[in-house]
């Protein structure tokens, strides 16, 4: 039922933990009692939708809200035009987003999980209160490493051909703090600045002071720096419910910008 796999993944993802600001947990609700196919994505979008359509989807398990401001008025404007497709076709929105940010074994940890044999350790930049996870990662490597190793490695795993660098290429690398989406907010609470910095976006005087600071700084793009979790929650899902709903990862989420 749709209600009980809603407070199965509120239980899971202890969406009670996530921050007031944040819009998780079942954020479109739907008239269908019975869900029987799941499409994972990480941004809700109007492809992603339609594909959900298409597919006879009655559930779209998402990274982002589709919205976090309140609504003044529903219209075929962006973003409640997303959320009155979802209504007019019965597809409910489940929203995971910041629970993923701070759990342990968290969105960020598998960020960098292609050099998980050279991590030593790796510490919690903003802990929660409760001890449980936190915000942002720095990993702190057994051996320092070639960056210009890490980009090659870290394209390979997102399968990006490109991503944006500032910094040193040849710098030999032995911490490297991650923070998905974008970080700056995160990476302003560390005490010590690390050798490479990873996420998704950055304000540019950010990029011109860390690179002033000798600090190396890699940008993926806001997504494209979290996409690559649907891979795990596919699995632990299919895990949590036992296989009682058919899970597909959307063909249709994708970063919307491209290099030209």
Same mark, same amino acid.
């Given at each position: ?6 407070? /199965?993944?509120?239980? +899971? ?50 990274? +982002? ?5 309140? #609504? ?51 510490? /919690? ?31 390979? #795993? ?28 995160? #990476? ?39 996409? +690559? ?11 949590? /419910? ?19």
């Amino acid at each position: 039922e749709t209600n009980l796999l809603a407070r /199965i993944l509120d239980e +899971h993802f202890k969406i009670s933990r996530v921050p007031e600001w944040d819009n998780c947990g079942m954020v479109v609700s739907s008239n269908t009692k019975k869900i029987h196919k799941i499409l994972l994505t990480n941004d809700v979008s109007m492809p992603v939708i339609e594909e959900a359509i298409s597919k006879n989807i009655q559930m779209i398990i998402s990274y +982002h809200p589709p919205f976090l401001e309140k #609504f003044k008025k529903i219209d075929e404007k962006w973003p409640t035009n997303l959320v009155m497709k979802m209504v007019r076709n019965d597809i409910a929105n489940y929203v995971l987003h910041t629970s993923l940010d701070i759990r342990e074994n968290s969105i960020n940890e598998n960020l960098l999980s292609f050099i998980k044999e050279k991590i030593d350790r790796i510490s /919690i930049i903003d802990p929660c209160e409760n001890g449980e996870g936190g915000w942002g990662r720095i990993f702190h490597l057994k051996e320092k490493q070639n960056c210009t190793a890490i980009i090659n490695q870290l394209k390979s #795993f997102l399968n990006l051909k490109y991503v944006k660098f500032s910094g040193d290429k040849n710098k030999e690398i032995s911490e490297i703090a991650v923070v998905v989406g974008s970080g700056i907010e995160i #990476f302003k609470k560390m005490k010590k600045l690390p050798d490479l910095i990873i996420t998704g976006e950055l304000r540019y005087r950010y990029i011109l002071d860390y690179t002033d600071s000798g600090v190396n700084v890699i940008l993926t793009g806001h997504s494209n720096s979290e996409r +690559h979790y649907l891979k795990v929650l596919k699995k632990e899902i299919e895990k949590l /419910i036992d296989g009682r709903c058919q899970i597909e990862i959307s063909e249709n989420d994708k970063y919307p910008m491209s290099y030209e």
